[in-house]
């Protein structure tokens, strides 16, 4: 979660000025948890000196004043309506959904993370057959990493 507000803030704290992508397979997505996050990068955007007014004898320059109206723009609002949550129930849907990614990305071009939390949770429950589980995996990943070599986008796949 911490990765997908990173991710939204400007390039001068860290961030890509992107939005991200979770998806969350075990249900382990607490709203909460990820106000907490968002509401200490906003009050840590808020300390940096670029959130600070330019004195008025100070000329800015272009970039400077770009800089401060972007770091200026970051809310708890803003954060978490950059992060584009999924919740799926059973592999046969996070398949659908690797699968759906490039479509997404073309609406949503903005998009910088992809994030599968966890990525083999629905994969170690019910697949007696071992062959068949690591095929589709292996799909998924490759699909995956075509998509973050042609979108541009950084994916990260946890497991337990």
Known sequence: ??????????PALGGLEGMAIYIDTEGSFITDRLIDMATAAVDRVQAHPSAAPLPAAT??????RQQ??????????????GILYFRVQ??????????????LLQQQQ???????????FHFRQDFPDAGARARLMSGMAQQLASLAEQRGVAVVMMNQ
């Open 68 to 81: 401060g109206a972007r770091v200026q723009n970051i809310s708890l609002e803003s954060l978490m309506s």
């Open 59 to 64: 000329a800015a320059t272009g970039d400077q």
């Open 90 to 103: 059973h592999y046969t849907e996070q398949l659908a959904l690797v699968r759906v990614l490039d479509l």
């Open 1 to 10: 979660m911490q990765l997908g507000v990173n991710v939204q803030l400007p």
């Open 110 to 120: 903005q998009v910088a993370l992809i994030v599968i939390d966890s990525v083999t």
